[in-house]
T-cell receptor
Framework: DAKTTQPTSMDCAEGRAANLPCNHS???????VYWYRQIHSQGPQYIIHGLKNNETNEMASLIITEDRKSSTLILPHATLRDTAVYYC??????????FGTGTRLQVFP | DADVTQTPRNRITKTGKRIMLECSQT?????MYWYRQDPGLGLRLIYY???????NKGEISDGYSVSRQAQAKFSLSLESAIPNQTALYFCATSDLVAGGQDTQYFGPGTRLTVL
């Protein structure tokens, strides 16, 4: 019952910004947007999360639209090591994570 | 993340055998989780525990049981393994922080094959 819609796959040139979109049109007021990634069968890795405001950390930026119905994860300077499946997850703060199928990002040289 | 460890990392077993997967964490988190991942699919929650005395079923708990031996240890058992339990298993931990936010940190996974 994933509450999000993501493209199945995307490509990005190394060194360029990777912009991964996510639609969550049924998000409720107290639900957060979380992003995780999984690199080739490793354990998923937390990237970033946000509620209303845009967020930035050492890994990425999260841009949430004003109506909160969609968001974009930005990897400012993608590297080959960023090749992974990226999961956008909408959840109330203490709910369990529900992973969809994510976006497979391929970074090429 | 070395703070969450899983043993074994790989296991091959036969149908009907009892298997235990173990998870340990040094993050001091109260909450622990077990997920399974099938090829090409996202993770699905098997069991979770918000503290030592609190165990809850996830979306696919049938055929599995768990034990929370201590704050730092959470084990997953397959009482009688069957081939469709062949999957990648992940343990995760989290803690409720100020503001009600709860970020999960995952172990490296256990690849289980049931023949």
């Amino acid at each position: 019952d994933a509450k999000t819609t993501q493209p199945t796959s995307m490509d990005c040139a190394e060194g360029r910004a990777a912009n991964l979109p996510c639609n969550h049109s049924t998000i409720s007021g107290n639900e957060y947007v979380y992003w995780y990634r999984q690199i080739h069968s490793q354990g998923p890795q937390y990237i970033i999360h946000g509620l209303k405001n845009n967020e930035t950390n050492e890994m990425a930026s999260l841009i949430i639209t004003e109506d909160r119905k969609s968001s974009t994860l930005i990897l400012p300077h993608a590297t080959l090591r960023d090749t992974a499946v990226y999961y956008c997850i909408v959840r109330y703060n203490t709910d369990k994570l529900i992973f969809g199928t994510g976006t497979r990002l391929q970074v090429f040289p | 993340d070395a703070d969450v460890t899983q043993t074994p990392r790989n296991r091959i077993t036969k149908t009907g055998k009892r298997i235990m997967l173990e998870c340990s964490q040094t993050k001091g988190h109260d909450r622990m989780y077990w997920y399974r991942q099938d090829p090409g699919l996202g993770l699905r929650l098997i069991y979770y525990s918000f503290d030592v005395k609190d165990i809850n079923k996830g979306e696919i708990s049938d055929g599995y049981s768990v034990s929370r031996q201590a704050q730092a240890k959470f084990s997953l058992s397959l009482e009688s393994a069957i081939p469709n339990q062949t999957a990648l298993y992940f343990c995760a931990t989290s803690d409720l922080v100020a503001g009600g936010q709860d970020t999960q940190y995952f172990g490296p996974g256990t690849r289980l094959t049931v023949l």
